[in-house]
C-alpha cells in the first residue's frame, strides 16, 4: 500500500491565491464591523436607542448595515477618529510633562554653574564675575 501526499498537484496555484484573497477580505471585513461598532459607541451625539438601533442592524443584517453606516456617517466617523487620536495625543502630552516635571533645583544649578565655567573659559566672564555668579547661584 504506497500513500503519498499529493497536495500541492491538487491544489492549483490559482486556487491558492482565491483562498488567500478570500481569507485576506473576510479579515478586512471583520476589522471594518469592529470600527463602525466601536465608531457607534464613540458617538456622543446618537441617544442610546439610536445607538442600540444601529447595532440591531449590524448584527441582524452585517453587510448591508456597515454598508449603509459608512455611507450615511462615513465623513463623520473620520472626524471622531481624528478627535479621538487628538485626545490621546494630549493626555500622553499631560503625562510626559507631569512625570518629567521641572527639573530638580541641584541639576539645574549645577547646569548653571558649568555655563557659567565655559563663559570665564571663553573668556566673557572675568575672574571676579564668576565669584560672584557662583556665589549668587549657590545662595
Known amino acids: 500500500m504506497v500513500t503519498s501526499v499529493d497536495l500541492a498537484y491538487d491544489y492549483p496555484v490559482l486556487g491558492a491565491f482565491w483562498t488567500v484573497m478570500w481569507i485576506f477580505l473576510w479579515v478586512m471585513w471583520l476589522i471594518l464591523l469592529f470600527r463602525v461598532?466601536?465608531?457607534v459607541f464613540r458617538d456622543h451625539g446618537m441617544?442610546?436607542?439610536v445607538k442600540a438601533a444601529w447595532l440591531v442592524f449590524l448584527f441582524l443584517i452585517p453587510f448591508l448595515g456597515v454598508l449603509v453606516y459608512v455611507i450615511a456617517r462615513g465623513r463623520d466617523m473620520g472626524k471622531r477618529e481624528i478627535k479621538h487620536v487628538q485626545e490621546q495625543q494630549e493626555a500622553f502630552n499631560a503625562y510626559i510633562r507631569e512625570t518629567a516635571g521641572s527639573p530638580s533645583p541641584a541639576?539645574?544649578?549645577a547646569d548653571d554653574l558649568v555655563?557659567?565655567?565655559d563663559l570665564r573659559a571663553k573668556g566673557e566672564l572675568?575672574?571676579?564675575e564668576f565669584r560672584q555668579a557662583k556665589e549668587k547661584l549657590l545662595a
Do not use: F, N, R, Y
Request: net charge negative.
Open 37 to 39: 461598532v466601536v465608531d
Open 47 to 49: 441617544s442610546g436607542w
Open 107 to 109: 541639576k539645574a544649578t
Open 115 to 117: 555655563k557659567l565655567s
Open 126 to 128: 572675568s575672574e571676579e
